[in-house]
């Protein structure tokens, strides 16, 4: 990812990033006020600087939020690259290294069009090598679609 998002930055694209946690994070300092104010009861921590600024959102007893949800919550770019939301509908690049001794995704995973992988996959899709920047840039824009397509198919998978 640190790779490809320069790649396609430097073509001109206003690019987002969004990364599922499977586990619970923190993106906080312990000590911090920030981080008081969250542990005394707020429900919304912002912290905001002449840099960034950052929206902290306790869920406490609510759902997680969907893919879409947090989507419409983004600025609008060009392009959002979503990491995660394996069981969701979005089309999807399955990347594999064979160093890491993990299965393939697919078919299990529901969305795969492509493989970025340093070996070639069990099945016939289009393919990158994982060195090569430019050609999963390709892939990531041949398969790119607008987010209200993607709200669409999660509402027809409800």
């Given amino acids: 990812m640190v790779k490809l998002l ?11 990033t969004l990364k599922h946690a499977h586990h619970r994070f923190d993106v906080d300092t312990p000590g911090k006020d920030s981080y008081e104010h969250r542990r005394a009861g707020a429900q919304q921590v912002m912290v905001a ?3 960034r600024w950052a929206l902290m959102t306790e869920l406490r007893t609510a759902r997680e939020p969907t893919l879409c949800e947090l989507l419409a919550r983004m600025d609008p770019v060009d ?3 979503v ?13 594999h290294r064979a160093a890491n001794d993990k299965p393939w995704m697919r078919p299990d995973m529901p969305g795969i069009v492509a493989v970025a992988s340093d070996v070639a996959p069990p ?13 999963i ?21 409800a």
Avoid: C, M
């Fill in 49 to 51: 600087s002449g840099a």
């Fill in 83 to 95: 990491e995660g939301f394996k069981r969701d509908l979005h089309p999807k690049i399955e990347v």
């Fill in 6 to 16: 320069p790649a396609l930055i430097g073509g001109g694209l206003a690019v987002s």
């Fill in 79 to 81: 392009l959002v690259i």
């Fill in 137 to 157: 840039a390709a892939l990531v824009l041949a398969h790119a679609v607008p987010v209200t397509d993607i709200a669409w198919a999660v509402r027809q998978e």
């Fill in 123 to 135: 099945y016939d899709l289009p393919r990158a090598h994982l060195d090569d920047v430019a050609a």
